[in-house]
């Protein structure tokens, strides 16, 4: 029999990526709140800085492009350096939350743009699962959240490219969930719909109200509702879930 332990977030140390976004930093504020040691990571100096200051003693910071693979290995190697001289627990929890979007119909999409996309938005979480699961899997214990978007689930025409690169990394979500399985890993995903942070900040009053128009709820989310949500299923309060995307969206009708 498979079984899944879940320790308590506090037992451990979560890696988050795109640590400097909104969404970012709402996981890393409620991943301390609930007792975690948290390795925030991000390619912006001067906002980790802020983080250490802030959650001194609960928190430690990594500084790196996600698509320079030398970068990650790095990063992994410093993070169970870290656990060997005892400075933070092990690593239990992953959350994938940098991204990229550009909006352009396929006419329009450059080949780099294409590129870049894929490259943040599905290759760097896919190296930082693989990177992840070596050491999970040390302690038979472990839990990932990738940051994926409704966009990947339902489509939406000029996000092709950002889509794909969404549902690519659902895709690899729902299979390493049942490949890691045995290893006590628990892989999930949230898919969160039109939220507040600088991602949407180029959407103007008029282009918000028409996105809110097919949103049952009728507003946007915040980076706080989505964190929620990646919490959740990081904790052991989701010991029995794995393999799912769970959207934060207020009920998008396409
Ligand atoms: N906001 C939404 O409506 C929405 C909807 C669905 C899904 N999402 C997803 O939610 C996640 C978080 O986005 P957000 O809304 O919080 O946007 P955000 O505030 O723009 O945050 C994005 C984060 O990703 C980081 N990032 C981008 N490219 C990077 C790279 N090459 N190397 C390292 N870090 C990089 C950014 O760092 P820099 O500041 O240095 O660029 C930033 O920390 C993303 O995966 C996004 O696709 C957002």
């Not at 925030?40 to 698509?67: M, P, W």
């Not at 990229?100 to 979480?125: G, H, R, W």
């Amino acid at each position: 029999m498979t079984t899944l332990s879940s320790p308590n977030l506090a037992d451990g140390s979560v890696l988050i990526t795109g640590a400097t976004g909104g969404i970012g930093e709402a996981t890393v504020t409620r991943a301390i709140t609930d007792g975690a040691f948290v390795i925030a990571c991000g390619r912006d100096a001067n906002k980790l800085e802020q983080l250490s200051s802030q959650f001194e003693g609960n928190i430690h910071t990594l500084c790196y492009d996600v698509t320079d693979e030398k970068a990650i290995s790095n990063a992994f190697r410093e993070v169970q350096k870290g656990v060997s001289a005892k400075k933070w627990p092990a690593l239990y929890g992953l959350v994938n939350g940098a991204g990229v979007m550009s909006e352009t119909v396929l006419a329009m999409t450059s080949a780099d743009a294409l590129k870049q996309q894929m490259a943040v938005n599905f290759y760097a979480p896919y190296q930082h699962m693989q990177l992840a699961s070596r050491l999970m899997s040390r302690q038979k214990a472990g839990s990932i959240v990738n940051i994926v978007s409704q966009v990947g689930e339902l489509g939406s025409s000029g996000m092709s490219a950002y889509a794909a690169s969404k549902a690519a990394l659902t895709g690899a979500t729902k299979s390493l969930a049942k490949e890691l399985a045995p290893m006590g890993i628990r892989v999930n995903a949230v898919a969160p719909g039109f939220i507040d942070t600088a991602l949407t900040a180029h959407y103007d009053e008029k282009a918000k109200q028409k996105v809110y128009e097919r949103v049952v709820l009728q507003r946007e989310g915040t980076a706080k509702e989505v964190a929620n949500a990646a919490i959740y299923l990081l904790s052991h309060h989701a010991s029995y879930t794995t393999g799912h995307v769970l959207p934060v969206d207020g009920l998008f009708c396409p």
